[in-house]
Structures are given as C-alpha cells and as structure tokens.
C-alpha cells in the first residue's frame, strides 16, 4: 500500500470513529459544562438573592458557567410564554422557576419535567420542609420543584414617615382603611399607591381582599367548588376593591409593583399592597422608613406561595442540573438567597438571625397562622384559570361593573370544571 494510501485509510477511519462518537450523544443532548437556568428575578432584592444562590454554586462548583436565563416582569408574566415556548420546541433550560401548586400544570409534567422524587428521599427534604407546603408541592403523586422560599401575599406596607406626621396608625379593617384614605386624601398624599402595567396586580390586591372578607375557608373554597363565586361574600368583595380604585395614584395603569412602592420611597405615597418581596427591594433600595401590617382584616391569615426550582426533560447538563437542586434545597442555599430576596426559608431550620425584622415576624406568622393559596402567584388554580381570573380584574379596575366581573369569574369557575 502506498503512503497516500495509507494515509487515506487513515483518515477514512478517523472520520468513522468522529461519526460513531457523534451517533451516541443525542441531538439536543449534547453535554456541556454549563448550567442554564431561567428565571424573571432580574432587579433589587431578587436578583441579589438569586446571585448569592449561584455564589454557593459556585464555591462548590468552580468549573461549571451558569447561564442566567432571564425574561423581565413580575409573577413571570412574560417569562412563562418564553419558557412555553422553548420546552414545547424541544430547547428547555435545565432548570426553571416554578411556583408551587397547580402552575406545573401548565408544563404537562408528565412530558416535559423530571419527577424529583429521587432526590427528596435522597436529600431528607420531606423531613426540613413543612407539611403545608409539601402538599402543595406533589401534583400527580410526585414532586416536580425544589423549593427556596416562601413568601407572603397579603402584606401592606406603609411610609412610617407619613403616618407619624399625621397622626394615623395602619387600619386593620376596611372601614378603618376608608378613614385613614379620606385623612391622606385631604392632605394631596396618595392613600394607596399601585402598578397594573404587567396585568397581574390587580388580581393580586383582590385576592387579598377576598381573603379579607370571606376568611380562610371561605377563600379556599373558591378553588374547590364549596364557595361559589356567587356568593354575596364575593360581591362584597368586588364593592371593596372598587371603592379601594378610588384612592389609588392615577398613572397605575403605566406603572409595575416596583415602580408604585417608589412612592412610598420618596414619600408621595403612604400605603402599598403588595408582597414580601417589596421588603427585598426596600431593602437593595437602602429605604428603611417602612412599615408593614397585614392586609386590612387578614390577621392571622397568611397568603402563601413558593418558589421553586424544575428540572426539564432532555437538560443539557443532567449533572449540573441535579447539583443545583441541592443547592437550591440546602441550607446554606436557602439563608443566602431569602434574606435579600425578601422571603423566608422553604426549610425549617434556617437561623432566623440571618433574617431583619420583618422576616422574623413573616417566620412567627407562617408558623401560627391559617394557611390559603394564592392564585396569582400559582399555588391555588390551573394557571389558564389563574390567567383569566387576572384579566377579569384587569377589566374591573377599568369598567367597574360589579355584576359583569362576578359573572365572569363565577363562568371561568364552571368552565374549569371546578363551579356547577
């Protein structure tokens, strides 16, 4: 054989073992040394939360380069139809943002999302994480998200500044409320700041209110066909929420949650709803002439939801991925992100040292109150419900018709089999 030749063969049979090598790592598959993970935490408190997370990764894990997957908006109003998208086009992060509850429905599970049922065994998580929130968690008889925190939906923060120089303390009902709007009002102070841009904040205010004035059970059973949506309770509550519009900052509409809570920063407003994420972003604001209180007539209940973290059939990095969840889960992980994320501990056995004021008293509350969902925040209804409740009460705040929104949500009731 000459020496082309050889060379030839040489070089045929290199190119075979190249193709073969190739043949056994599946398109879309192919492993790399890198973790992407997807999430809308982009600005203040969130992301200096979710950056101290992935320095624990780090520490661990030198050599692995975290892609941080980001889509801006708040509730991941825009980052969910993204996330959609690129898991039903076979492209999925190897790992997501989640709320716990009845939000993974929207991924079809049992097709796109690895069970972790594994690793909670593994990782003794049913015993550091609570019963309440465990429950919430399993969908079809199997985890499918590791969470880092849990957070409060029902908190009503206040400028301290404006309420001492006006003599006023936080109102614990709604008449109370409507008293200390009318005293703010009379002075030119915005009574109420809110931010309806993204279209999920009105919906998050009037679950809040719902809660006020149905209680614990009577707000549950919304999601469970006992309380129909009907009910006089309900009517109530829209003629709260309408009355609550009449106070609020007229640019709501252009505004997000963020921008509203800046009001109370600089001191043009004196009451804000809004979850304890608002405390993270106080706090990456350096602003600590705040005050919080529950929602008026909320005491003892606490609006909860959880972030947790999935993990997508078909990840790129399988290893990577699974090292992340335990970090996610662990300890170390969880005191470094929830004290700048504003939220407490999925686990139970945080130091609540490491955590200000506030949070401590969100750990009391968690611990002694009775427990609802929330269904903006994904816990409490399939998220095609939870996305039609949102627009009901996007159209309310703008129409008014009290009649028209209780019919509405009363028909998004039946038609997700839940209402007769």
């Known amino acids: 054989m000459s020496r082309r030749n050889r060379w030839l063969t040489i070089l045929s049979l290199l190119a075979i073992a190249v193709l073969l090598m190739t043949a056994c790592v599946p398109a879309g598959k192919k492993a790399t040394n890198k973790l992407e993970m997807f999430s809308w935490w982009t600005a203040g408190g969130e992301a200096d939360g979710l950056n101290a997370m992935y320095d624990i990764y ?21 980052a969910k139809a993204v996330l959609s998208t690129r898991i039903t086009g076979g492209d999925p992060p190897d790992s997501f943002q989640l709320h716990a509850g009845l939000e993974v429905e929207k991924y079809d599970p049992a097709k796109y999302l690895q069970p972790l049922d594994s690793i909670y065994t593994a ?27 849990i957070h409060r939906a029902n908190v009503m923060w206040y400028s301290k500044d404006v309420f ?26 915005v009574p109420l700041v809110i931010g309806t841009k993204e279209g999920w904040e009105a919906g998050h205010t009037f679950e809040t209110i719902l809660i006020s004035v149905l209680g614990a059970d009577g707000y549950k059973g919304l999601w469970t066909g006992k309380t129909q949506w009907t009910d006089p309770k309900v009517t109530q ?3 709260t929420f309408k009355k609550v519009m009449t106070y609020v900052n ?21 009451m804000h709803i809004m979850g304890d994420w608002t405390d993270g972003w106080f706090t990456s604001k350096n602003f600590k002439g705040y005050g919080w209180a529950p929602v008026p007539g909320t005491k003892g209940i606490f609006d909860a939801l959880s972030d947790s973290f999935a993990a997508a059939k078909g990840a790129k990095n399988q290893a990577n991925l699974e090292s ?35 949070l401590q008293s969100a750990m009391q509350d968690w611990a002694k109150d009775a427990i609802v969902p929330s269904v903006v925040h994904g816990a409490a209804a ?10 009901i009460l996007t159209t309310f705040i703008t129409k008014g018709d009290v009649k028209a929104a209780q019919d509405a949500l009363q028909q998004a009731c039946k038609d997700n089999g839940v209402c007769k």
């Not at 997957?69 to 708040?74: L, Q, S």
């Not at 990782?123 to 929130?133: A, C, I, Q, T």
């Not at 001492?164 to 102070?189: C, R, S, Y």
Request: proline residues 5%; contains cysteine; glycine residues 8%.
């Open 324 to 358: 992340w969840l335990k970090v996610a889960g662990s300890k170390a992980g969880q005191e470094a992100f929830n004290p700048k994320k504003g939220s407490i501990c999925a686990r139970t056995d945080c130091d609540p040292k490491l955590f200000n004021t506030y």
């Open 250 to 270: 007229t640019d709501y509409s252009a505004l997000t949650w963020s921008d509203a809570a800046q009001y109370l920063v600089d001191g043009k407003g004196a």
């Open 382 to 391: 399939v998220e095609k419900w939870a996305t039609v409740y949102k627009d």
């Open 164 to 189: 001492d120089k006006n003599g006023l303390t936080p109102p614990t009902t709604w008449d109370e409320f409507f008293k200390v709007a009318d005293a703010l009002k009379a002075k030119g102070i």
């Open 123 to 149: 990782e003794g998580w049913d015993k550091v994480f609570p019963k309440d929130l465990i429950s919430l968690l399993k969908y079809q008889d199997h985890f499918w998200g590791v969470p880092v925190n």
């Open 58 to 78: 780090k520490k661990a894990y030198p050599s692995v380069e975290i892609v941080n997957a980001t889509v801006a908006g708040g509730a991941g109003t825009n």
């Open 237 to 239: 509550a829209l003629e």
